[in-house]
């Protein structure tokens, strides 16, 4: 049997439910998703890329 997955939201995101939600999965990888589209599948990433997303947030890598 898989493993339910287990979805949330940032407390930032309000009442107006058009943010991502986010997963951890078994596997150290997590799992993103469109809240106004859940129905709609999900983009799966590996520990290793997260890791390399957030670190790429946090120091302003996609800054426009």
Known sequence: MDTP???RKSSYSGST???VE???L???GRAVRDSKNPDDGFFRFTAGDWA???QGVK???FDN
């Open 5 to 7: 997955i287990n979805w």
């Open 59 to 61: 120091t302003d890598e």
């Open 52 to 54: 390399a997303f957030i």
């Open 26 to 28: 078994a596997d150290g």
């Open 17 to 19: 439910n058009d943010c």
């Open 22 to 24: 986010i997963a951890d």
